[in-house]
T-cell receptor, first 116, second 113 residues
């Protein structure tokens, strides 16, 4: 079955440490996205990529970095510059629009990041 | 800038009762609208979407939503809820030609016997 795989499901970070969250999709989708979810705040866009080797900042990119070297993969690094990284992180993907219509995003099951 | 408001943070409904979750959006042109559902600790699942045409759209799990341009609303409805519908529901809007979505803050639905 096609889908989006996020790993690990739970991740712990020490102060001053960078951590990388994995996101892999086998849906052959062009676009991939990273969201941060905090209680009562909905989803906020961190970064997105519509094509390999290209990505754009979302609304809350500070303290995060990404790469898009392969179509299937869009890893997110939470750097030590992100002072409040505890959150639930969701990865999504979508077909880049066809027939002028935005296509729905498909989501992985998330990674919960906590600070030790 | 586009925005989405879900006025109800938490709703409690009896099993078998009808449900309506509110969503209001702000956008200058015709928006693309989505409803997603999230179970605890899980990702989001698409319930339904509106692009154009018939303003009443049907989705999965017996849900439907009605687009009302005059009210800038896209409310989600279900005639009879089941205990398995307990989850958090998110409304999202995306402008034409741009895959970036803006999400509301969500409505948590509790079902009581």
């Amino acid at each position: 079955d096609g889908g989006i795989t996020q790993s690990p499901k739970y991740l712990f970070r020490k102060e001053g440490q960078n951590v990388t969250l994995s996101c892999e999709q086998n849906l052959n989708h062009d676009a991939m996205y990273w969201y941060r979810q905090d209680p009562g705040q909905g989803l906020r866009l961190i970064y997105y990529s519509q094509i390999v080797n290209d990505f754009q900042k979302g609304d809350i990119a500070e303290g995060y970095s990404v790469s898009r070297e392969k179509k299937e993969s869009f890893p997110l690094t939470v750097t030590s510059a992100q002072k409040n990284p505890t959150a639930f992180y969701l990865c999504a993907s979508s077909i880049v629009r066809t027939l002028g219509r935005n296509q729905p995003q498909h989501f992985g099951d998330g990674t919960r990041l906590s600070i030790l | 800038a586009q925005s989405v408001t879900q006025p109800d943070i938490h709703i409690t409904v009896s099993e078998g009762a009808s449900l309506e979750l509110r969503c209001n959006y702000s956008y200058g042109a015709t928006p693309y609208l989505f409803w997603y559902v999230q179970s605890p600790g899980q990702g989001l699942q698409l319930l339904l979407k509106y692009f154009s045409g018939d303003t009443l759209v049907q989705g999965i799990k017996g849900f439907e939503a009605e687009f009302k341009r005059s009210q800038s609303s896209f409310n989600l409805r279900k005639p009879s809820v089941h205990w398995s519908d307990a989850a958090e529901y998110f409304c999202a809007v995306g402008p034409f030609g741009n895959e970036k979505l803006t999400f509301g803050t969500g409505t948590r639905l509790t079902i009581i016997p």
